[in-house]
């Protein structure tokens, strides 16, 4: 089993907020983590409920697409955290 999907489940029962913020490649991925308590997940596939998919482009565009539900294998995860763990700060 993959260690980012078995860390993700295991962080997600201390913390605060069940959206989570991942990053696959140069993308940031935003949705609500869905429970796996009932086995209705995939080994090693992490969903999102309400995700928001934003891709950043040289020149400083930012372009956002919404989806219901993203299923992202987990393996193709470099970084996440959870929506209370974050500090947004406006760099402009």
């Known amino acids: 089993m993959c260690k980012t999907y078995d860390a993700i489940y295991k962080i997600a029962k201390t913390v605060e907020s069940d959206v989570l913020v991942l990053w696959v490649g140069h993308k940031k991925v935003m949705g609500k983590l869905i ?13 999102l409920q309400d995700a928001v998919v934003e891709c950043h482009h040289m020149g400083g565009e930012k372009h956002s697409r919404s989806f219901r ?23 402009q």
């Open 35 to 47: 429970d796996c308590k009932e086995e209705k997940c995939m080994d090693e596939v992490i969903t």
């Open 69 to 91: 539900w993203l299923n992202i294998p987990s393996h193709h995860i470099k970084a996440f955290t959870f929506k209370c763990c974050m500090v947004d700060v406006d760099l």
